[in-house]
């Protein structure tokens, strides 16, 4: 072949790899992502982070706190309790851990 057809070769490889990465990027962008603080870390790769949110009474029209806790995979151990830390959503790890620490903040 000549260097021109390999060059075009080349070319048409690298809007298809360009597709798919940014298929994956899409996926972690559409993710969905909470906030909230570390409660516990005792358990190995693995913290419990409660998330906090208002939600308004349906009646009353007040706003009320919800709690809810979620297990996330911490890999490098990082976070500690106390810690403010963004959760994102991802396959399931295992029975219960859904989610993986995307970063510390506080």
Do not use: N
Request: net charge positive; glycine share 2%.
């Amino acid at each position: 072949m000549s260097d021109t057809e390999e060059k075009k070769e080349e070319k048409k490889e690298i809007p298809a790899q360009r597709e798919a990465e940014k298929l994956v990027e899409d996926k972690k962008r559409y993710a969905k992502t909470r906030v909230g603080m570390v409660v516990s870390d005792k358990m190995t790769k693995t913290v419990v982070v409660e998330v906090m949110r208002l939600m308004q009474h349906p009646r009353f029209k007040k706003y009320i706190k919800r709690h809810k806790k979620y297990k996330a995979h911490d890999e490098k151990g990082v976070a500690k309790v106390g810690d403010k830390v963004m959760i994102r959503e991802t396959k399931p790890l295992s029975k219960t851990k859904r989610w993986t620490v995307a970063e510390v903040l506080k």
